[in-house]
């Protein structure tokens, strides 16, 4: 059984600052790739940026330069640093993460979610 557990939302006012935390637990052989979705009232999901187990990253668009993804192998967590937000920020952001439980195939984790708001 794996379970993956968000924190660090919150709400924030424009210009501000928020960390993301998401951290795996149970069985885990290995964790590839891990990153960060979310999903805004009234829209699709989207992906904000995602972090391979090497350390290679990328961002939407609307994040780039603005977010940064980190992650800390040894405690199989990931973080999501948001500088400088926006209203349009606002939304459930989800973690996820490509987990390998007993060396076989791979499959997707997400967390439960986290709010994140940002007011104008």
């Known amino acids: 059984q794996v379970q993956l557990e968000e924190s660090g939302g919150g709400l924030v006012q424009a210009g501000g600052s928020l960390r993301l935390s998401c951290a795996a637990s149970?069985?885990?052989?290995?964790?590839?790739?891990m990153g960060w979705y979310r999903q805004a009232p009234g829209k699709q999901r989207e992906l904000v940026a995602r972090?391979?187990?090497?350390?290679?990253?990328n961002y939407a668009d609307p994040v780039k330069g603005r977010f940064t993804i980190s992650r800390d192998n040894a405690k199989n967590t990931v973080f999501l640093q948001m500088n400088s937000l926006k209203p349009e920020d606002t939304a459930v952001y989800y973690c996820?993460?490509?987990?390998?439980?007993?060396?076989?195939?791979?499959?997707?984790?997400w967390g439960q979610g986290t709010q994140v708001t940002v007011s104008s």
């Open positions: 996820i993460a490509d987990i390998t439980p007993r060396n076989t195939r791979t499959y997707d984790y």
């Open positions: 149970g069985t885990i052989f290995s964790i590839k790739d």
């Open positions: 972090i391979t187990s090497g350390g290679s990253s």
